[in-house]
């Protein structure tokens, strides 16, 4: 859980005094990765088109990506739930990505956050356009080598495919046995198939 | 496309002169899916609940299946959709598969009524109770012996799940390079998957 706000302009801002600003910037920040996309989208640009100086953006967020996921506003930061599967042997890679993906949803605090962003993203224009912009660079920002060429960003969204598949039918349509099944052994069988997407 | 009607009760019914009484079946069927499942719902029960004899339920919609499938409202059978995938080479299910389920979202007319259909079961309990209630059965009264015991509804499901997922990320997410990969290519990636999941 931690440090993200879901709601940045009614919340409280990290920086007491500058919930506007924080929120002007989120808003120029969400503006630009969607129409943009991640890699065309610069701290600078989104500090012209916040009215702040680059460094007061840097200062209130950090680096591009931790930009990029506070704008998307989910209840945790998915670089670490996916960070935290990567250590360890590669052979094991899917079922550890699996069963980290799975614990998260299955945590009730994130899992009703997690559902209003999917409900959101299958309705909003923007918010569609925001994961569209960031969602395959950050994946592969943690991920790295260890999704070989020449097209690692369908692998990535292949394996993504198969989790958002599984949210839906597990959290949402409750269809059984997908939803009572217990969370090792539903990674262990999407784990290969995982595996088979980003490494196959 | 065929004989299906998206809005039964709006539209003409099949039987000239009975639209409200075919739209009086329909919605004790979406009750009794949604409520009970499929095998507990019984043509008798549907009639009962709608003021008529079973065998007009029979006569408008044919077999339980049959009523189920129009419940659910999707412009198209999914039965024939899954169908024209299981004639072939038992090895070449999983491609069949994928391949019969991305020409039918490839194709706009259907894209646009299951694009609704998809946000409404995202919202509505009901929509979500009644996939819930019926989905499984119904893939594996096509599939049948395909999948092999001794879970071939957590088979089922699965192998759902990667369709549903990619279908999120290719036609509400729109998310490249998945968006614009042609769809024999991306059945070529989807179909050992798929073919894991039924029958691996």
Same mark, same amino acid.
């Given at each position: ?12 801002? $990290?920086?007491?005094?500058a919930?506007?600003? *924080?929120?002007?910037? !989120? %808003?120029?920040? =969400? +503006? /630009? ?19 702040v ?13 931790d ?6 506003g ?17 052979d ?10 799975? $614990? ?6 994130? *899992?009703?956050?997690? !559902? %209003?962003?999917? =409900? +959101? /993203? ?21 991920l ?10 369908q692998?990535?969204?292949l ?36 595996q ?5």
């Amino acid at each position: 859980m931690g440090q993200s706000d879901a709601e940045p302009i009614r919340g409280p801002g $990290r920086r007491p005094g500058a919930p506007d600003t *924080r929120g002007a910037i !989120l %808003a120029a920040a =969400r +503006t /630009a990765f969607a129409e943009r996309g991640f890699e065309r989208t610069t701290m600078r640009g989104v500090a012209t088109a916040a009215g702040v100086t680059p460094g007061l953006v840097h200062h209130f967020f950090g680096g591009k990506d931790d930009l990029f996921v506070e704008a998307l506003g989910v209840p945790f930061d998915p670089r670490q739930v996916l960070g935290s599967a990567v250590d360890g042997p590669i052979d094991g890679l899917g079922d550890r990505i699996a069963l980290a993906v799975l $614990r998260t949803w299955d945590d009730e605090q994130r *899992r009703q956050p997690l !559902l %209003a962003f999917l =409900r +959101t /993203a299958m309705t909003s224009d923007q918010v569609a356009a925001l994961l569209r912009g960031g969602m395959p660079a950050l994946a592969l920002g943690v991920l790295g080598d260890l999704v070989p060429g020449p097209d690692p960003e369908q692998r990535v969204e292949l394996a993504f495919a198969q989790m958002l598949g599984v949210a839906v039918l597990r959290y949402v349509v409750r269809l059984e046995p997908l939803a009572s099944l217990p969370a090792d052994e539903l990674a262990g069988r999407l784990g290969p198939v995982l595996q088979h997407h980003l490494r196959g």
